[in-house]
């Protein structure tokens, strides 16, 4: 199962990618909006970790868009 973490607190979203790894997942971490927004549309994700509070986007618009 691939997972999306999109945190921009980088302490935070390097806790979460680890815990999820240690549970077997596969992990990609974005820390902005837009990249978040690329990797949810260009990669297939099983389910994604969005901040909605974000540098260049939010994640409502990411999740509107996947």
Excluded: H, Q
Aim: proline share 2%; hydrophobic share 50%.
């Amino acid at each position: 199962m691939r997972i999306l973490v999109v945190e921009d607190n980088l302490e935070l979203a390097e806790v979460l990618r680890g815990l999820l790894v240690e549970e077997g997942f596969a992990v990609d971490v974005s820390v902005d909006g837009e990249d978040g927004l690329w990797r949810a549309t260009t990669v297939d994700y099983d389910a994604a970790v969005l901040d909605i509070l974000l540098p260049k986007g939010d994640g409502l618009e990411i999740l509107r868009r996947m």
